[in-house]
Protein backbone atom coordinates (compact mmCIF):
# COMPACT_ATOMS: atom_id res chain seq x y z
CA UNK A 1 0.00 0.00 0.00
CA UNK A 2 1.16 3.39 -1.11
CA UNK A 3 1.67 6.25 1.38
CA UNK A 4 -1.49 8.19 -0.02
CA UNK A 5 -3.56 5.05 0.03
CA UNK A 6 -1.90 4.90 3.22
CA UNK A 7 -2.66 8.27 4.34
CA UNK A 8 -6.70 8.06 3.06
CA UNK A 9 -7.16 4.74 4.66
CA UNK A 10 -6.11 5.82 7.76
CA UNK A 11 -8.00 8.53 7.84
CA UNK A 12 -11.04 6.53 6.46
CA UNK A 13 -10.73 4.50 9.78
CA UNK A 14 -11.04 8.17 11.86
CA UNK A 15 -13.36 10.04 10.46
CA UNK A 16 -16.01 10.34 12.67
CA UNK A 17 -18.98 10.82 10.45
CA UNK A 18 -22.25 13.34 10.71
CA UNK A 19 -23.16 13.69 14.12
CA UNK A 20 -24.96 16.63 14.98
CA UNK A 21 -24.34 17.09 18.75
CA UNK A 22 -21.62 19.65 19.10
CA UNK A 23 -18.15 19.26 18.13
CA UNK A 24 -14.19 20.77 19.74
CA UNK A 25 -13.34 24.13 18.21
CA UNK A 26 -9.84 25.41 18.26
CA UNK A 27 -11.60 27.96 20.56
CA UNK A 28 -12.37 25.55 22.60
CA UNK A 29 -8.93 23.94 22.96
CA UNK A 30 -7.37 27.36 23.88
CA UNK A 31 -9.91 28.23 26.49
CA UNK A 32 -8.89 24.97 28.11
CA UNK A 33 -5.40 25.37 27.97
CA UNK A 34 -6.03 28.91 29.85
CA UNK A 35 -7.56 26.82 32.19
CA UNK A 36 -4.48 24.16 32.59
CA UNK A 37 -2.05 27.02 32.89
CA UNK A 38 -3.77 28.47 35.31
CA UNK A 39 -4.08 25.30 37.16
CA UNK A 40 -0.39 24.90 37.30
CA UNK A 41 0.37 28.33 38.48
CA UNK A 42 -1.93 27.59 41.48
CA UNK A 43 0.15 24.41 42.38
CA UNK A 44 3.81 25.56 42.23
CA UNK A 45 5.01 22.53 44.41
CA UNK A 46 3.43 20.02 42.12
CA UNK A 47 4.28 21.75 38.97
CA UNK A 48 7.74 22.50 40.29
CA UNK A 49 8.51 18.45 41.09
CA UNK A 50 7.42 17.66 37.66
CA UNK A 51 9.61 20.18 36.01
CA UNK A 52 12.56 19.15 38.29
CA UNK A 53 12.22 16.00 36.40
CA UNK A 54 11.33 16.88 32.99
CA UNK A 55 14.73 18.31 33.40
CA UNK A 56 16.61 15.55 34.30
CA UNK A 57 14.69 13.70 31.51
CA UNK A 58 16.30 16.60 29.24
CA UNK A 59 19.59 16.31 30.59
CA UNK A 60 19.66 12.84 30.05
CA UNK A 61 18.81 13.18 26.03
CA UNK A 62 21.59 16.19 26.00
CA UNK A 63 24.19 13.27 27.28
CA UNK A 64 22.41 10.80 25.12
CA UNK A 65 21.28 8.48 27.97
CA UNK A 66 18.07 8.41 27.85
CA UNK A 67 16.32 5.08 27.20
CA UNK A 68 12.92 7.03 25.61
CA UNK A 69 11.47 5.72 22.72
CA UNK A 70 8.41 6.31 20.62
CA UNK A 71 5.65 3.67 20.30
CA UNK A 72 6.07 1.00 17.81
CA UNK A 73 2.93 1.78 16.35
CA UNK A 74 3.00 5.42 16.07
CA UNK A 75 3.07 6.21 12.33
CA UNK A 76 4.67 9.79 12.91
CA UNK A 77 7.68 8.19 13.89
CA UNK A 78 8.54 4.79 12.03
CA UNK A 79 11.05 6.60 9.35
CA UNK A 80 14.68 5.13 10.53
CA UNK A 81 15.81 8.46 10.36
CA UNK A 82 14.24 9.46 13.48
CA UNK A 83 17.26 7.31 15.01
CA UNK A 84 19.87 9.51 14.00
CA UNK A 85 21.61 11.18 16.76
CA UNK A 86 20.09 14.51 16.02
CA UNK A 87 16.40 13.64 15.28
CA UNK A 88 16.35 10.81 18.04
CA UNK A 89 17.19 13.73 20.58
CA UNK A 90 14.63 16.21 19.37
CA UNK A 91 12.28 13.00 19.90
CA UNK A 92 13.43 11.68 22.90
CA UNK A 93 13.02 15.39 24.58
CA UNK A 94 9.19 15.59 23.11
CA UNK A 95 8.49 12.74 24.39
CA UNK A 96 10.48 13.62 27.60
CA UNK A 97 7.73 16.27 27.63
CA UNK A 98 4.80 14.01 26.76
CA UNK A 99 5.75 12.20 29.91
CA UNK A 100 6.06 15.24 32.12
CA UNK A 101 2.59 16.12 31.01
CA UNK A 102 1.04 12.85 31.78
CA UNK A 103 2.55 12.66 35.35
CA UNK A 104 1.25 16.06 35.99
CA UNK A 105 -2.17 15.09 34.74
CA UNK A 106 -2.34 12.02 36.89
CA UNK A 107 -1.04 14.33 40.06
CA UNK A 108 -4.54 16.20 39.65
CA UNK A 109 -6.25 14.14 42.70
CA UNK A 110 -8.74 17.46 43.35
CA UNK A 111 -10.91 16.75 39.82
CA UNK A 112 -13.04 13.78 39.56
CA UNK A 113 -12.23 11.06 37.30
CA UNK A 114 -14.06 12.87 34.53
CA UNK A 115 -12.15 15.98 35.41
CA UNK A 116 -8.70 14.36 34.82
CA UNK A 117 -9.99 12.30 31.89
CA UNK A 118 -11.08 15.87 29.82
CA UNK A 119 -7.75 17.53 30.87
CA UNK A 120 -5.68 15.11 29.70
CA UNK A 121 -7.68 14.77 26.19
CA UNK A 122 -6.83 18.30 25.72
CA UNK A 123 -3.11 18.16 27.13
CA UNK A 124 -2.93 15.44 24.37
CA UNK A 125 -4.57 17.64 21.79
CA UNK A 126 -1.80 20.20 22.30
CA UNK A 127 1.49 17.46 22.63
CA UNK A 128 -0.07 16.01 19.21
CA UNK A 129 0.31 19.63 18.09
CA UNK A 130 3.51 20.33 19.24
CA UNK A 131 4.94 16.90 17.35
CA UNK A 132 8.02 17.56 15.98
CA UNK A 133 6.96 15.63 13.01
CA UNK A 134 4.85 18.68 12.45
CA UNK A 135 7.93 20.52 12.17
CA UNK A 136 9.40 21.45 8.38
CA UNK A 137 12.36 19.42 9.68
CA UNK A 138 10.22 16.53 9.43
CA UNK A 139 12.82 14.27 7.92
CA UNK A 140 10.24 13.05 5.22
CA UNK A 141 10.11 16.68 4.26
CA UNK A 142 13.51 17.39 4.07
CA UNK A 143 13.88 14.31 1.88
CA UNK A 144 11.43 15.47 -0.29
CA UNK A 145 12.64 18.97 -0.32
CA UNK A 146 15.97 17.69 -1.65
CA UNK A 147 14.55 15.57 -4.02
CA UNK A 148 12.32 18.32 -5.67
CA UNK A 149 14.91 20.61 -5.67
CA UNK A 150 12.73 23.00 -3.34
CA UNK A 151 9.92 22.65 -5.62
CA UNK A 152 8.04 20.68 -2.93
CA UNK A 153 7.98 23.84 -0.56
CA UNK A 154 6.89 25.99 -3.02
CA UNK A 155 4.05 23.67 -3.55
CA UNK A 156 3.59 23.10 0.17
CA UNK A 157 3.07 26.92 0.84
CA UNK A 158 0.32 27.43 -1.97
CA UNK A 159 -1.73 24.37 -0.36
CA UNK A 160 -1.55 26.08 2.59
CA UNK A 161 -2.92 29.37 1.02
CA UNK A 162 -5.79 27.24 -0.44
CA UNK A 163 -6.75 26.10 2.56
CA UNK A 164 -6.86 29.16 4.48
CA UNK A 165 -8.98 30.42 2.09
CA UNK A 166 -11.45 27.59 1.29
CA UNK A 167 -11.05 25.12 4.23
CA UNK A 168 -11.34 27.77 7.32
CA UNK A 169 -7.17 27.11 7.56
CA UNK A 170 -6.92 22.97 8.10
CA UNK A 171 -5.32 21.16 5.53
CA UNK A 172 -7.66 19.53 2.62
CA UNK A 173 -8.42 15.60 3.54
CA UNK A 174 -9.35 15.03 -0.39
CA UNK A 175 -8.67 15.63 -4.01
CA UNK A 176 -12.40 17.17 -4.73
CA UNK A 177 -11.41 17.21 -8.13
CA UNK A 178 -10.98 13.57 -8.88
CA UNK A 179 -15.03 13.00 -8.09
CA UNK A 180 -18.35 14.15 -9.60
CA UNK A 181 -21.47 12.87 -8.12
CA UNK A 182 -23.76 11.17 -10.40
CA UNK A 183 -20.68 10.40 -12.79
CA UNK A 184 -18.00 7.81 -10.41
CA UNK A 185 -20.62 8.02 -7.35
CA UNK A 186 -24.04 7.40 -6.70
CA UNK A 187 -24.46 5.67 -9.87
CA UNK A 188 -27.04 3.10 -9.07
CA UNK A 189 -29.61 3.07 -11.22
CA UNK A 190 -32.83 4.28 -9.79
CA UNK A 191 -35.98 7.20 -10.19
CA UNK A 192 -36.72 10.04 -7.56
CA UNK A 193 -40.83 8.95 -7.40
CA UNK A 194 -41.63 11.52 -4.30
CA UNK A 195 -40.43 14.74 -3.25
CA UNK A 196 -41.47 17.23 -0.92
CA UNK A 197 -39.91 20.30 0.55
CA UNK A 198 -37.96 18.04 3.49
CA UNK A 199 -37.00 15.28 0.86
CA UNK A 200 -36.36 12.72 -2.43
CA UNK A 201 -37.50 9.49 -2.55
CA UNK A 202 -35.70 7.20 -4.37
CA UNK A 203 -36.64 4.03 -5.99
CA UNK A 204 -33.90 1.74 -7.00
CA UNK A 205 -34.40 -0.66 -10.18
CA UNK A 206 -33.88 -4.51 -9.79
CA UNK A 207 -30.74 -6.41 -11.01
CA UNK A 208 -32.43 -9.67 -10.81
CA UNK A 209 -35.51 -11.36 -12.36
CA UNK A 210 -36.96 -11.39 -9.04
CA UNK A 211 -37.54 -9.15 -5.81
CA UNK A 212 -38.26 -9.73 -2.30
CA UNK A 213 -42.06 -8.48 -1.37
CA UNK A 214 -41.54 -6.48 1.41
CA UNK A 215 -38.76 -3.20 0.17
CA UNK A 216 -36.65 -1.89 2.83
CA UNK A 217 -36.13 2.43 3.11
CA UNK A 218 -32.83 3.66 4.02
CA UNK A 219 -33.08 6.82 6.07
CA UNK A 220 -29.70 8.28 6.17
CA UNK A 221 -28.30 10.91 8.49
CA UNK A 222 -29.44 14.82 8.17
CA UNK A 223 -26.09 15.98 8.17
CA UNK A 224 -24.15 14.99 5.10
CA UNK A 225 -25.32 13.23 2.20
CA UNK A 226 -27.16 10.03 1.40
CA UNK A 227 -24.65 8.90 -1.28
CA UNK A 228 -22.60 7.17 1.64
CA UNK A 229 -25.00 4.27 1.19
CA UNK A 230 -24.29 4.75 -3.02
CA UNK A 231 -20.58 5.69 -2.87
CA UNK A 232 -18.55 3.86 -5.63
CA UNK A 233 -20.28 0.40 -7.37
CA UNK A 234 -17.53 -1.39 -5.29
CA UNK A 235 -18.22 0.04 -1.64
CA UNK A 236 -22.55 0.54 -2.65
CA UNK A 237 -24.54 -0.50 -0.05
CA UNK A 238 -27.61 -0.31 -1.77
CA UNK A 239 -25.66 -1.88 -4.85
CA UNK A 240 -25.13 -5.07 -2.70
CA UNK A 241 -28.88 -4.77 -1.71
CA UNK A 242 -30.36 -4.70 -5.19
CA UNK A 243 -27.84 -7.23 -6.30
CA UNK A 244 -29.63 -10.09 -3.71
CA UNK A 245 -32.71 -9.48 -5.07
CA UNK A 246 -34.37 -6.61 -2.35
CA UNK A 247 -36.73 -3.79 -3.25
CA UNK A 248 -34.36 -0.46 -2.39
CA UNK A 249 -35.42 3.04 -1.47
CA UNK A 250 -33.46 5.92 -0.30
CA UNK A 251 -34.36 9.37 1.07
CA UNK A 252 -32.17 12.61 0.16
CA UNK A 253 -33.01 14.74 2.72
CA UNK A 254 -32.93 18.73 1.11
CA UNK A 255 -30.08 20.82 2.65
CA UNK A 256 -31.73 23.57 4.27
CA UNK A 257 -31.54 27.29 4.32
CA UNK A 258 -32.17 29.46 6.99
CA UNK A 259 -35.59 29.66 5.62
CA UNK A 260 -35.95 26.22 7.21
CA UNK A 261 -34.75 27.05 10.32
CA UNK A 262 -38.29 26.01 11.68
CA UNK A 263 -38.01 22.29 10.72
CA UNK A 264 -37.50 19.98 13.71
CA UNK A 265 -38.30 16.30 14.57
CA UNK A 266 -41.57 16.75 13.78
CA UNK A 267 -41.39 17.76 10.18
CA UNK A 268 -38.50 14.83 9.75
CA UNK A 269 -40.83 12.28 10.65
CA UNK A 270 -43.68 13.05 8.66
CA UNK A 271 -41.19 12.99 5.93
CA UNK A 272 -40.19 9.20 6.92
CA UNK A 273 -44.13 9.11 6.95
CA UNK A 274 -44.71 10.30 3.72
CA UNK A 275 -41.79 7.96 2.04
CA UNK A 276 -43.41 4.49 4.26
CA UNK A 277 -47.13 5.83 2.34
CA UNK A 278 -45.29 6.18 -0.59
CA UNK A 279 -43.77 3.04 -0.52
CA UNK A 280 -46.73 0.68 0.29
CA UNK A 281 -48.84 2.16 -2.37
CA UNK A 282 -45.97 1.91 -5.00
CA UNK A 283 -45.12 -1.89 -4.20
CA UNK A 284 -48.84 -3.21 -2.97
CA UNK A 285 -46.92 -4.26 0.29
CA UNK A 286 -48.54 -3.55 4.24
CA UNK A 287 -44.88 -3.59 5.74
CA UNK A 288 -41.96 -1.97 5.15
CA UNK A 289 -38.08 -2.56 6.52
CA UNK A 290 -36.09 0.49 7.63
CA UNK A 291 -32.54 0.95 7.87
CA UNK A 292 -31.08 4.45 9.96
CA UNK A 293 -27.79 5.52 10.38
CA UNK A 294 -26.27 8.15 13.00
CA UNK A 295 -28.24 11.07 13.66
CA UNK A 296 -31.10 9.44 10.77
CA UNK A 297 -31.07 6.19 13.12
CA UNK A 298 -32.46 8.38 16.34
CA UNK A 299 -34.63 10.81 14.22
CA UNK A 300 -35.93 6.47 12.60
CA UNK A 301 -36.07 5.03 15.78
CA UNK A 302 -38.46 7.99 17.74
CA UNK A 303 -40.33 7.91 14.29
CA UNK A 304 -41.01 4.04 15.00
CA UNK A 305 -42.09 4.54 18.26
CA UNK A 306 -44.44 7.11 17.77
CA UNK A 307 -46.11 5.45 15.28
CA UNK A 308 -46.50 2.01 17.15
CA UNK A 309 -47.62 4.29 20.13
CA UNK A 310 -50.83 4.83 17.51
CA UNK A 311 -51.44 1.48 16.37
CA UNK A 312 -49.05 2.17 13.27
CA UNK A 313 -47.31 -1.76 12.52
CA UNK A 314 -46.72 -0.99 9.09
CA UNK A 315 -42.46 -1.13 10.25
CA UNK A 316 -41.39 -4.75 9.62
CA UNK A 317 -37.99 -4.38 10.94
CA UNK A 318 -35.70 -2.46 12.21
CA UNK A 319 -31.72 -1.92 11.36
CA UNK A 320 -29.56 0.74 13.49
CA UNK A 321 -26.12 1.60 11.98
CA UNK A 322 -23.13 3.10 14.76
CA UNK A 323 -26.14 5.00 16.71
CA UNK A 324 -26.57 5.67 19.71
CA UNK A 325 -30.22 6.62 21.77
CA UNK A 326 -28.68 6.20 25.01
CA UNK A 327 -26.49 9.36 25.18
CA UNK A 328 -26.15 8.73 29.12
CA UNK A 329 -23.70 5.85 27.67
CA UNK A 330 -21.11 8.51 26.18
CA UNK A 331 -19.39 8.64 29.39
CA UNK A 332 -15.69 9.87 28.77
CA UNK A 333 -15.47 9.69 24.55
CA UNK A 334 -14.41 12.95 22.90
CA UNK A 335 -18.30 14.03 22.72
CA UNK A 336 -19.16 13.09 26.21
CA UNK A 337 -15.58 15.23 27.50
CA UNK A 338 -16.36 18.17 25.34
CA UNK A 339 -19.95 18.33 25.28
CA UNK A 340 -20.33 20.67 28.33
CA UNK A 341 -23.70 22.12 29.27
CA UNK A 342 -21.73 25.65 28.36
CA UNK A 343 -20.34 24.66 24.74
CA UNK A 344 -24.25 23.23 23.88
CA UNK A 345 -25.60 26.13 24.57
CA UNK A 346 -23.32 28.18 22.80
CA UNK A 347 -23.54 25.60 19.91
CA UNK A 348 -27.14 26.25 20.14
CA UNK A 349 -27.06 30.01 19.77
CA UNK A 350 -25.06 29.91 17.24
CA UNK A 351 -27.46 27.80 14.97
CA UNK A 352 -30.22 29.74 16.28
CA UNK A 353 -28.59 32.91 15.28
CA UNK A 354 -28.23 32.02 11.59
CA UNK A 355 -31.12 29.81 11.19
CA UNK A 356 -29.12 26.56 10.63
CA UNK A 357 -25.66 24.39 11.37
CA UNK A 358 -23.24 24.24 8.85
CA UNK A 359 -22.01 21.26 8.51
CA UNK A 360 -18.49 22.62 7.38
CA UNK A 361 -18.22 24.00 10.84
CA UNK A 362 -19.25 20.94 12.54
CA UNK A 363 -16.97 18.76 10.18
CA UNK A 364 -13.45 21.31 11.05
CA UNK A 365 -14.74 20.99 14.52
CA UNK A 366 -14.92 17.10 14.38
CA UNK A 367 -11.47 16.78 13.18
CA UNK A 368 -9.67 18.15 16.27
CA UNK A 369 -11.00 14.77 17.81
CA UNK A 370 -8.60 12.66 15.93
CA UNK A 371 -5.96 15.60 15.01
CA UNK A 372 -3.45 13.38 14.18
CA UNK A 373 -5.29 11.24 11.72
CA UNK A 374 -7.76 14.13 10.66
CA UNK A 375 -5.31 17.37 10.52
CA UNK A 376 -1.64 16.94 11.25
CA UNK A 377 -1.24 13.68 8.41
CA UNK A 378 -2.84 15.96 5.91
CA UNK A 379 -0.47 18.91 7.41
CA UNK A 380 2.54 16.75 6.55
CA UNK A 381 1.74 15.63 3.67
CA UNK A 382 -0.26 18.99 1.89
CA UNK A 383 1.92 21.95 3.34
CA UNK A 384 5.50 20.06 4.21
CA UNK A 385 5.72 17.55 1.28
CA UNK A 386 3.82 19.57 -1.01
CA UNK A 387 2.20 16.77 -2.09
CA UNK A 388 -1.86 17.12 -3.33
CA UNK A 389 -5.00 15.12 -0.69
CA UNK A 390 -5.55 11.41 -1.84
CA UNK A 391 -8.52 11.28 -3.86
CA UNK A 392 -10.80 8.77 -1.99
CA UNK A 393 -14.21 8.55 -2.29
CA UNK A 394 -15.46 7.80 1.21
CA UNK A 395 -13.33 11.33 2.42
CA UNK A 396 -15.17 13.01 -0.92
CA UNK A 397 -18.63 11.94 0.98
CA UNK A 398 -17.50 13.00 4.10
CA UNK A 399 -16.14 16.63 3.15
CA UNK A 400 -19.92 16.82 0.88
CA UNK A 401 -21.24 18.47 4.23
CA UNK A 402 -24.62 19.93 4.13
CA UNK A 403 -26.86 22.08 6.95
CA UNK A 404 -28.72 21.07 9.69
CA UNK A 405 -32.09 23.33 10.89
CA UNK A 406 -31.74 25.48 13.64
CA UNK A 407 -34.67 23.53 15.43
CA UNK A 408 -33.74 19.79 14.66
CA UNK A 409 -30.19 20.66 16.01
CA UNK A 410 -31.79 22.63 19.31
CA UNK A 411 -33.93 19.05 19.75
CA UNK A 412 -30.69 17.11 18.85
CA UNK A 413 -28.84 18.78 21.76
CA UNK A 414 -31.71 18.14 24.10
CA UNK A 415 -31.98 14.45 23.45
CA UNK A 416 -27.83 14.03 24.28
CA UNK A 417 -28.32 16.46 27.50
CA UNK A 418 -31.45 14.91 28.96
CA UNK A 419 -30.99 11.51 27.32
CA UNK A 420 -34.96 11.85 26.50
CA UNK A 421 -35.20 8.96 24.49
CA UNK A 422 -34.20 6.62 27.53
CA UNK A 423 -37.29 7.66 29.05
CA UNK A 424 -40.51 6.94 28.25
CA UNK A 425 -43.15 10.19 27.32
CA UNK A 426 -40.23 12.50 27.74
CA UNK A 427 -40.05 12.69 24.03
CA UNK A 428 -42.94 13.63 21.67
CA UNK A 429 -43.19 13.42 18.32
CA UNK A 430 -46.10 15.19 16.76
CA UNK A 431 -48.07 14.99 20.24
CA UNK A 432 -47.29 11.30 20.29
CA UNK A 433 -45.22 10.30 23.32
CA UNK A 434 -42.07 7.88 22.75
CA UNK A 435 -41.46 4.89 24.20
CA UNK A 436 -38.93 2.91 22.49
CA UNK A 437 -39.92 -0.15 24.28
CA UNK A 438 -42.82 -0.31 22.40
CA UNK A 439 -40.55 -0.94 19.18
CA UNK A 440 -41.62 -4.56 19.05
CA UNK A 441 -40.30 -5.76 15.60
CA UNK A 442 -37.12 -7.43 14.72
CA UNK A 443 -34.28 -4.95 15.13
CA UNK A 444 -30.65 -5.11 14.09
CA UNK A 445 -28.05 -3.02 15.62
CA UNK A 446 -24.77 -2.44 13.52
CA UNK A 447 -21.38 -0.87 16.02
CA UNK A 448 -17.56 -0.74 15.17
CA UNK A 449 -15.10 -2.02 17.48
CA UNK A 450 -13.06 0.94 17.07
CA UNK A 451 -15.58 3.15 16.58
CA UNK A 452 -14.53 6.94 19.18
CA UNK A 453 -17.86 8.82 18.10
CA UNK A 454 -20.64 6.06 18.93
CA UNK A 455 -18.80 3.68 21.08
CA UNK A 456 -20.10 0.08 20.27
CA UNK A 457 -20.91 -0.47 24.22
CA UNK A 458 -23.21 2.77 23.93
CA UNK A 459 -24.48 1.60 20.80
CA UNK A 460 -25.15 -1.88 22.33
CA UNK A 461 -27.60 -0.17 25.28
CA UNK A 462 -30.20 0.13 22.47
CA UNK A 463 -30.84 -3.59 22.43
CA UNK A 464 -31.88 -3.38 26.33
CA UNK A 465 -34.56 -0.48 25.33
CA UNK A 466 -35.92 -1.66 22.37
CA UNK A 467 -38.50 -3.76 22.36
CA UNK A 468 -38.75 -6.75 20.14
CA UNK A 469 -35.91 -9.52 19.39
CA UNK A 470 -32.42 -7.76 18.94
CA UNK A 471 -29.45 -8.97 16.61
CA UNK A 472 -26.11 -6.73 17.46
CA UNK A 473 -23.24 -6.81 15.17
CA UNK A 474 -19.94 -5.75 15.86
CA UNK A 475 -17.30 -4.91 13.30
CA UNK A 476 -13.93 -4.68 13.78
CA UNK A 477 -13.80 -1.22 12.12
CA UNK A 478 -14.48 2.60 12.69
CA UNK A 479 -17.71 5.17 12.23
CA UNK A 480 -18.01 5.23 8.31
CA UNK A 481 -16.10 1.70 7.84
CA UNK A 482 -18.19 -0.26 9.82
CA UNK A 483 -20.89 0.66 7.09
CA UNK A 484 -18.74 0.18 4.03
CA UNK A 485 -17.72 -3.12 4.80
CA UNK A 486 -18.62 -5.06 1.42
CA UNK A 487 -17.78 -8.84 0.87
CA UNK A 488 -15.66 -10.53 0.72
CA UNK A 489 -14.77 -7.61 2.87
CA UNK A 490 -10.11 -8.07 2.76
CA UNK A 491 -7.74 -10.09 5.21
CA UNK A 492 -8.41 -7.76 7.96
CA UNK A 493 -12.32 -7.75 7.83
CA UNK A 494 -14.20 -9.16 10.52
CA UNK A 495 -16.77 -9.11 13.27
CA UNK A 496 -18.73 -10.53 16.08
CA UNK A 497 -22.40 -11.42 16.15
CA UNK A 498 -25.21 -12.70 18.65
CA UNK A 499 -28.68 -12.42 19.87
CA UNK A 500 -28.45 -10.26 23.03
CA UNK A 501 -31.14 -12.21 25.64
CA UNK A 502 -30.70 -9.31 27.98
CA UNK A 503 -26.90 -9.55 28.37
CA UNK A 504 -25.04 -6.76 29.31
CA UNK A 505 -22.56 -5.36 26.20
CA UNK A 506 -19.06 -7.57 28.35
CA UNK A 507 -21.28 -10.65 28.56
CA UNK A 508 -22.58 -10.33 25.09
CA UNK A 509 -19.05 -10.01 23.87
CA UNK A 510 -17.69 -12.62 25.74
CA UNK A 511 -20.29 -15.15 24.53
CA UNK A 512 -20.56 -13.44 20.46
CA UNK A 513 -19.51 -16.09 17.87
CA UNK A 514 -16.09 -14.42 15.83
CA UNK A 515 -16.78 -14.46 11.38
CA UNK A 516 -13.97 -13.27 9.21
CA UNK A 517 -15.37 -11.41 6.27
CA UNK A 518 -17.89 -8.28 5.54
CA UNK A 519 -20.92 -8.69 7.72
CA UNK A 520 -22.59 -7.49 5.22
CA UNK A 521 -23.83 -11.33 3.98
CA UNK A 522 -24.95 -11.68 7.45
CA UNK A 523 -27.40 -8.85 7.49
CA UNK A 524 -28.42 -9.65 3.84
CA UNK A 525 -29.56 -13.47 5.12
CA UNK A 526 -31.17 -12.01 8.46
CA UNK A 527 -33.03 -9.20 6.47
CA UNK A 528 -34.57 -12.11 3.59
CA UNK A 529 -36.13 -13.81 6.57
CA UNK A 530 -37.95 -10.94 7.35
CA UNK A 531 -38.49 -9.65 3.45
CA UNK A 532 -41.33 -11.99 2.42
CA UNK A 533 -40.96 -14.55 -0.69
CA UNK A 534 -39.87 -13.40 -3.93
CA UNK A 535 -41.84 -12.49 -6.60
CA UNK A 536 -41.39 -11.11 -10.52
CA UNK A 537 -39.25 -7.70 -10.23
CA UNK A 538 -41.61 -4.88 -11.63
CA UNK A 539 -40.96 -3.51 -15.19
CA UNK A 540 -41.52 -0.13 -14.10
CA UNK A 541 -40.79 2.70 -11.48
CA UNK A 542 -43.28 4.08 -9.58
CA UNK A 543 -46.83 3.97 -10.07
CA UNK A 544 -49.87 6.28 -10.88
CA UNK A 545 -49.83 7.65 -7.88
CA UNK A 546 -46.19 8.63 -7.47
CA UNK A 547 -45.15 8.93 -10.90
CA UNK A 548 -41.03 9.03 -11.91
CA UNK A 549 -39.54 12.65 -11.58
CA UNK A 550 -36.44 12.44 -11.86
CA UNK A 551 -33.12 9.96 -12.77
CA UNK A 552 -31.14 9.06 -9.41
CA UNK A 553 -29.23 10.61 -7.32
CA UNK A 554 -32.12 13.30 -7.92
CA UNK A 555 -32.08 16.90 -7.46
CA UNK A 556 -31.56 17.20 -3.47
CA UNK A 557 -28.32 15.97 -3.66
CA UNK A 558 -26.97 18.51 -5.74
CA UNK A 559 -27.90 21.37 -3.75
Known sequence: MGSEE???????QAILGPN???????????????????????????????????????????????ALQADAKDRRFVDPAWQQPGYRRMLQAYLAWVEASHSWTEQQDELSEFGRARLQYLIDLINDAMAPSNLPINPLA????????????????????RDVIDNNGLP???????????????????????RSEVMELIQYAPSTPTVHRVPLLIVPPQINKFYLFDLSPDKSLIK?????????YAMSWRNPTRKHADWGLAEYCAAIEMAVSAICNISRQSKVNVLGACAGGITLAAFVAARRAVGDERIHSLTLAVNVLDTTALGDTALGLFASPRIMQAARRRSQRKGVLDGKELASSFAWMRPNDLIWNYWIN?????????????LYWNCDTTRLPAKLHGEFIDLYSNAGLTRPGSVRVQGVPVDLGNVSCDNYLIAGITDHITPWKACYRSAELLGGQSTFVLSNSGHIQS??????????????????????????????????????PHWHAWLARR?????????????????????????????
Open 382 to 394: NVLMGNAPPAFDI
Open 531 to 559: SGRKQKAPQQLGNGNYPVQDAAPGRYIFE
Open 483 to 520: ILNPPPGGRKSSFYTGDTQGLGADAWFANAEHQDGSWW
Open 240 to 248: GLVDQGFTV
Open 20 to 66: PIVGLRARDVFREAVKAAGLALRQPRRTGRVAGQLFQDWLAVAKDQS
Open 172 to 194: AQVDKSKFRVGENLALSKGAVVH
Open 142 to 161: VRRFQETNGDSARAGLKNFL
Open 6 to 12: QLASASA
